[in-house]
Structures are given as C-alpha cells and as structure tokens.
C-alpha cells in the first residue's frame, strides 16, 4: 500500500495500553516497519523496566531506534528528531510505510510538524557561568532558575538533564523569550507529512489493572537482576536514562532508602502518574484519532480494519496496492 506525498502513521496511547502487538499486526497489514518513539528502548541493557518488544514479538517486522545507545549516552528530542527522519526517509525508499510507535508525545510531535530546535548563537561566558553554578550548588539549584525563567520547560525537563537546563536558560538569555513558548509556536506548524496520527486508549480503571499487572510481570521477568546489572555497570540515579520508571525506584531500594515491597508500590504509583500525564498530552495535540479499545469490544481486528479505513480517507496508504 502507497500514498501520495510522504505517508507517515503514528501509533501512540498511555503506557500498557497496548500499542506494540497492535503496531505489529498493523505493519503487517499495510507493509510498514516501526520506528520506537520511546526514550527509554533506545538503551542496551534496559529491557525489562522500557517493556522493550523482543525479537520474537517483533514476528519478522522490521524495527528501529532500539538498543542503539549505552545508558551513560545522551539521548534528548533533537537526537530523537534527527534518527527518526533519517529512518522515515529509508523505509520510504524501500517502498514500506513507516509507523512511528511509542508513548513519548514529545519525540513524535518533533517529528510530526518538524519542530526547529536550532542552536541560538551561544555565549560561552553565560553557559561556563551556568555549568559552574551546576557544579557548586547542584542541578536543583540551576532547575530553580528555570522554573523563575520559564516553569513550562521546568516541568518538561528534569532537573538531572543538566545540558537541557542550561540550553533553556541559555536560549532564554539570548532571545528574552522561553523556549517552551519558541517549541508552542513550532507545533502550530503544518506537517510536511501525509499522516494519520491515532491514539491506542482504555477505560482508566482496566489501565491501572494492566499497569500494576505488567509491574508485577516485570519483577517476575527479573527487573531487579537487571537493575543490579547496571548498577555494577557503574551506572546511577544521576544519569538521565537511569531516571527511567522502574529503575530509579529500584535503585532507591537497593540504595537502603526502602524496602523492595515500598518500591514497588512507588513503581506502579508514577507509573499510572505517568500514564495520566501521557493522556492529558495527548488531549491537547491536534489531528488525532482516539481509539477507544472498549468501543471495538477489545477486537484488535476490528480496530485494524477502523485504522485502515482512516489511513485510507486520509490518502496515507491506497486500497489497490498490497501490502
């Protein structure tokens, strides 16, 4: 299946709802390959606490931006950005359609309407004078600063991404204007993509459920022998990717700051936290699809025939090619 222009599917919805065997089957239905939009799957050795899709479930699809950094490497948006439409250029060109799949609303709407995170000319002085500040009084403080300058972008990045905070502050400081508000005025951009922008949903209380049951499914998997992996790696609470959900809290356990039972708890506490912030993103993009699982009596065939039809009468993909 083609489409006029340049096709492009996304595939999104809180965590545990759903989205990965859904954006398998998809693929194979209109001859597409999926690229992760996730933060956290694109780390080797974090398999258990991203749900990260194994090569079995992938059942023969072709699959990108998992497992291509170490945990002590940056990841942010920009990278994100870059990768993603390198990849959406490559499968574009074998003939497939890709499907951007994955819970981290930021990374797709980069992608989507093609966000400009251009570099402002730097002042060294002002970034020297902001990394010191981060040496001497800690990230906390220099997240202080953000808040006061711009409290949108304060929420959106943590106070450990130091980089982040002082690229803030620093496009703050040369332009008078926050980034957060630059990013808001990109997103009122139309995309350069024929797309169809779908999100997977469930009733909040089957949710919850799937999320507390896939936290118990991962510390059966072995999350907490995995946590101790990378903890012997050397890695940390100080570093972005182990700020991850499954990871910090377990290594606040294995930090004898609470017992393995309280961590848990914690675990599926933010997780559900996480999921009802994922949503309320969501709610707030334009051009989207919701899919409603109860309204298609948790059929995944009937929602693949609901999503094609709409790939359809969007003109991402075309009836009379085949997969």
């Given at each position: 299946m083609k489409a006029d222009g340049n096709p492009l599917v996304i595939l999104t919805g809180p965590t545990a709802v759903g989205k990965t065997s859904l954006s398998i089957q998809l693929a194979k239905k209109i001859g597409g390959e999926i690229i992760s939009a996730d933060s956290m799957q694109v780390y080797r050795g974090m398999d258990i606490g991203s749900a990260k899709v194994t090569t079995s479930e992938m059942e023969g699809i072709p699959h990108h931006l998992i497992d291509i950094l170490d945990p002590e490497e940056e990841f942010h948006v920009v990278r994100f950005q870059e990768e993603a439409k390198?990849?959406?250029?490559?499968?574009?060109?074998?003939?497939?359609?890709?499907?951007?799949?994955?819970?981290?609303?930021?990374?797709?709407?980069?992608?989507?309407?093609?966000?400009?995170?251009?570099?402002?000319?730097?002042?060294?002085?002002?970034?020297?004078?902001?990394?010191?500040?981060?040496?001497?009084?800690?990230?906390?403080?220099l997240h202080d600063l953000l808040k006061e300058?711009?409290?949108?972008?304060?929420?959106?990045?943590?106070?450990?991404?130091?980089?982040?905070?002082?690229?803030?502050?620093?496009?703050?400081?040369?332009?008078?204007?926050?980034?957060?508000?630059?990013?808001?005025?990109?997103?009122?951009?139309?995309?350069?993509?024929?797309?169809?922008?779908?999100?997977?949903?469930?009733?909040?209380?089957?949710?919850?459920?799937?999320?507390?049951?896939?936290?118990?499914?991962?510390?059966?998997?072995?999350?907490?022998?995995?946590?101790e992996t990378l903890r012997g790696k050397g890695y940390h609470r100080g570093m972005v990717s182990m700020q991850g959900l499954g990871y910090k809290e377990l290594l606040a356990y294995l930090d004898g700051e609470m017992s393995l039972e309280e961590a848990v708890r914690i675990l599926k506490r933010d997780t559900r936290h996480f999921a009802k912030r994922q949503l309320t993103w969501f709610r707030r993009e334009r051009d989207v699809i919701w899919i409603e699982k109860n309204e298609f009596q948790y059929n995944n065939e009937n929602i693949?025939?609901?999503?094609?039809?709409?790939?359809?009468?969007?003109?991402?993909?075309?009836?009379?090619?085949?997969?």
């Open positions: 390198k990849c959406i250029r490559q499968i574009q060109e074998r003939g497939h359609i890709p499907i951007l799949a994955g819970g981290t609303g930021f990374y797709i709407q980069a992608v989507l309407y093609d966000i400009d995170f251009t570099e402002t000319k730097s002042n060294e002085t002002y970034r020297e004078s902001l990394e010191q500040l981060a040496r001497e009084r800690g990230p906390e403080y300058k711009d409290p949108d972008s304060a929420l959106a990045i943590h106070a450990n991404n130091v980089k982040r905070v002082i690229r803030a502050l620093e496009f703050y400081h040369e332009t008078g204007t926050p980034i957060s508000v630059h990013n808001e005025q990109e997103r009122q951009k139309k995309s350069p993509y024929q797309f169809a922008y779908f999100v997977l949903n469930d009733e909040r209380k089957r949710l919850y459920e799937n999320i507390d049951r896939r936290v118990d499914l991962m510390m059966q998997q072995g999350l907490l022998q995995e946590v693949l025939d609901y999503m094609i039809s709409e790939l359809e009468a969007r003109h991402v993909i075309q009836r009379d090619e085949k997969a």
